[in-house]
């Protein structure tokens, strides 16, 4: 069978392929960056401009409970809740995924009296390992080992660790950490578990509870389409009761309207709150997170590692002979739901694609990176994609592109 037979069959029979008419797809352009911003589902606008014309501009300071704007950090966290595997009222919704790892770092080195050792990995996402920095400026006993790409962290781990932070999905390569196997082999040390979901929630199915993880963030306008800058969120396992974090809040106060002098710590996730909650960013989250409700993970997951699987596969059959390098893992077990591709003109063949309507993006220093929503993006665009790559690679005129001068996205 062609690739294109194959490519209409898989789409004819995808239990997923109604949801695209649920999003905002501009004419003409197939969207791979998905990985870095999801596309508007149509529904948000539409809520987000209930809040601010009636809850808010009607309603005014009166929404805080009969919109119950004050819950909404709990409950959008309890729609992703669902996604990743953890129990109603473990994970909470509230500035950055950075801010939020801060929290879970040191919480979980707070965990560990006595231990002085942060395992990383050299190719971590650069935010995260600068929060690890940040943690280490402020406590000089701290020693941050990072593992060289290509080997196990888990070698890195001994009695001296406090905390072992991963991203579950590394966001260059797409390759895919054994996330129990990894969890396990730090408690077995005494260690905390920290993981950074950015690249998981949203397109491959995510167990916290299951493989017993201590904490977890993730940001909301990737795969789960909550827009620019959303709010992301933090897990904390129900078995660590009111864990203490440094950005000590109000709003992580077991009772905040109380304005006692002295911060006492909320239970769980609900403690890792900590100003005002981010209202019309949450109300376009959580119309984003309703989607969801009617989602199976398992297809998700399924349409993931087809999608990628026949773009690897036809790059290969169809741009042989042109310098492309695939790097992201060939093993489906191994690979998140992007493909990266190292290619000496990367950044100018990125600018060509997204002026023939294929829209990828650019990592330095040489990859080109393919997003593949499974809600969105179907078989027979991914054919389309690899053939305008295959004729840009043919014709030359990507190198009409030219070079960054500016910021790369």
């Known amino acids: 069978m062609s690739l294109d037979d194959r490519a209409a069959a898989l789409d004819a029979t995808d239990p997923l392929a109604g949801f695209r008419d649920r999003f905002r797809l501009p004419e003409n352009v197939i969207y791979l960056d998905g990985n870095s911003l999801g596309v508007q589902p149509r529904h948000v606008a539409e809520r987000v401009r209930r809040t601010v014309e009636h809850e808010w501009a009607e309603g005014l300071i009166g929404s805080w409970n009969a919109a119950d704007w004050i819950e909404l950090p709990r409950t959008v966290g309890d729609r992703i809740a669902a996604l990743v595997g953890a129990a109603p009222g473990s994970v909470t919704v509230g500035d950055s995924t950075s801010v939020n790892l801060f929290k879970c770092l040191a919480a ?3 965990q560990r009296p006595g231990r002085r050792v942060i395992v990383t990995e050299e190719t971590n996402f650069p935010t995260d390992g600068y929060m690890m920095q940040g943690l280490a400026a402020l406590r000089p006993d701290l020693e941050i080992r990072a593992a060289a790409p290509g080997s196990d962290p888990a070698a890195l781990v001994d009695a001296d660790t406090a905390v072992v932070a991963l991203t579950h999905v590394d966001y260059r390569t797409a390759a895919l950490h054994d996330m129990d196997a990894v969890t396990a082999a730090a408690h077995a040390a005494g260690a905390m578990m920290v993981w950074d979901l950015s690249h998981s929630t949203g397109a491959l199915p995510v167990d ?7 904490f977890a963030v993730g940001c909301t306008y990737k795969y789960l389409n909550g827009g620019p800058g959303a709010p992301a969120f933090a897990y904390v396992a129900p ?17 905040p309207f109380a304005f006692a002098g002295a911060y006492e710590p909320a239970e769980g996730a ?5 100003g005002s909650p981010q209202i019309l960013s949450l109300a376009a989250v959580d119309a984003a997170l309703a989607l969801w409700d009617h989602v199976d993970m398992a297809a998700v997951r399924a349409k993931s590692v087809s999608l990628t699987g026949l773009f690897m596969e036809a790059v290969e059959a169809e741009c042989g002979g042109h310098g492309l390098t695939i790097v992201s893992p060939r093993d489906d077990a191994r690979r998140g739901s992007h493909v990266s591709i190292a290619f000496d003109g990367g950044y100018a063949m990125i600018q060509a694609l997204i002026g023939r309507g294929v829209v990828g993006d650019f990592r330095a220093p040489d990859l080109m990176r393919f997003g593949f929503a499974p809600l969105y993006v179907s078989h027979l665009e991914t054919l389309t994609a690899v053939r305008t790559l295959r ?6 005129t990507w190198r009409a592109a030219g070079i960054p001068s500016g910021p790369v996205t």
């Open 108 to 110: 979980a080195i707070m």
């Open 391 to 396: 004729d840009l690679l043919e014709t030359g």
């Open 208 to 214: 916290l509870a299951g493989c017993d993880a201590d």
């Open 239 to 255: 078995r660590l009761g009111a864990v203490r974090q440094p950005l000590s809040g109000w709003m992580g106060h077991r009772d």
């Open 270 to 274: 609900a403690g890792f709150l900590c």
